[in-house]
């Protein structure tokens, strides 16, 4: 890769504006985080084909077990926007080595733990550790990049957020059948030990100490508000398989409520000269960020819960797949998504917006094309018939996620980018919570009623699909305000005539 020394090409704000070389490292620096990122995303899914095990090893009931998947999907959203403005104020590279360091300890402390209430423990802190993580990792691209190789580091960000979400089933079972036996499961969690030291180690030497933005002071009344609001919406979607959205659904409520004294709360701030913890002139001022948030969601809702979906259709349909080849058979949608994202972060700065549209059509036709194919065609050779409907899939979304990403945050203020890349990734989590409640749980409302397996997928399939359409009518939309901005204004009959050009051209 070309290491350009031109401020357009590959400095950050703060060293563009000194005239200081880009760090020579930021590439090496980037693939460090990346790694990173990808294990804490894939932790994310990557136990739910262990679940029937550990449920059996360590004689634990289906309501703890699932706080396995769930309580750490809850504690990564809880922190992000906090963890965000953390790095903002105290220095990126150091929350970052802080949250790795614990994100391997609480590891190995889920892969040794005895019993299912320390596993429990373990998987808390683990996501806590992940969600200060993450929004790291976009800031610090916003601080080593810019211009076209900020949209280039962008696009490995998005290819590592699209596959991590898709590998998680196949690398579970992946593990699991090279680690046979009852204990097998635990190396799950061990497996991000090494990965996750040598990180740390080559952090330590490539990630740049760059300049804080002296700005120290965090906003714990909004840190408490908003915390307050994520854990009242997010509980009953985590709690959805033993009837959370049910008995509490009246939380959704006061979780809408709080967030609405939080959005108060930092208006008042910004009026009276203070620092918010989350900006909302984010929203107002900074251009596509809005949008791009709303897509990001919205696409979340139908990404992530499908692939539930999938491996209750693949383990315990008629097919009987085991985990290993249940995630097989979605693995074209995770190399289509890899491959097209690397060259989306390319594009990015041509096209636009442009390439989410596409992108997302070709998600809503790969996968449409999927329900069709495991709905009608003969049921053995289904799942190998659809490969290349779930290929395309994968292409429109490599498509989508980098490119949404990097259109989002490129016109945020890099001192602001933590919490901008927390604010997002936290509004990826409460549509992926929704997906992987709402769709799951349709599932089983289907096959229950008509116990029709090949029906309650479909069904889930098209639900997810609503959602995506959603994404793509505010991506269209979005994209065309950007065409009417960027397209001279035809001029009246009257103009022209009058029009001094005109006048002597006639």
Known sequence: MTTSGSAADGRSPESAEAGQEPDPRRWRALWVTLVAGF????????????????????????????????????????????????????????????????????????????????????????????????????????????GAERGRAFGFFGATVGVSSA????????????????????????????????????????????????????DLPGVLLLGLGVLALMFPLVQADSGGIGRRWWLFLVGAAILAVFVRWQYRLVARGGQ?????????????????????????????????????????????????RSGLAVTPFALGSASAAVVAGRLVDRF???????????????????????????????????????????IGSGFVVSPNITMTLRDVPVRMAG??????????????????????GLFYLVLGRSHDYRGALVTAMVTALVGMAAS????AYDWRGDRRKREPRRKCPDEVANDPVHSRQT
């Open 472 to 475: 793509l009518a505010l991506a």
């Open 39 to 146: 294990m804490s995303l894939l932790d994310v899914t990557i136990v739910a084909v262990a679940l029937p095990t550990i449920q059996r090893e360590l004689h634990a009931s289906p309501a703890q077990v699932q706080w396995v998947v769930s309580g750490y999907a809850l504690t990564f959203a809880l922190a992000l926007v906090t963890a965000g403005r953390l790095g903002d104020a105290l220095g990126r590279r150091r929350i970052f080595l802080l949250a790795l360091s614990g994100f391997v300890l609480f590891s190995a402390a889920g892969g040794a733990a005895p019993n299912i209430t320390l596993l429990v423990v373990a998987r808390l802190a683990q996501g806590l550790a992940a969600g200060f993580m993450a929004p790291q990792n976009s800031a610090l691209i916003q601080q080593m990049f810019r």
């Open 419 to 440: 919490a901008a890349g927390g604010a997002l990734q936290t509004g990826q989590r409460l549509g992926a919570a929704v997906g992987t409640a709402a769709l799951p």
């Open 352 to 394: 636009g917006r442009l390439l989410t549209v596409c992108g997302l059509t070709g998600v809503i036709a790969g996968l449409g094309g999927t329900a069709l194919l495991l709905r009608f065609a003969p049921l053995d050779p289904a799942p190998w018939l659809a490969a290349p409907a779930l290929f395309l899939g994968g």
């Open 276 to 324: 918010p913890l989350l900006d909302p002139r984010l929203f107002t001022t900074v251009r596509g960020y809005a949008v791009g948030a709303g897509v990001g969601t919205l696409y979340f809702v139908g990404f992530s819960g499908i692939w539930l979906v999938f491996a209750l259709f693949y383990q315990q349909g008629p097919l009987h797949f085991s985990p290993l």
């Open 167 to 218: 590998a998680g089933p196949l690398t579970g079972g992946l593990i699991l059948a090279l680690a046979s036996g009852a204990q097998g499961w635990r190396w799950i969690f061990y497996v991000n030990v090494p990965i996750g030291v040598l990180a740390v180690l080559l952090g330590r030497h490539l990630l740049p100490h760059l300049r804080r933005s002296g700005r120290g002071h965090v």
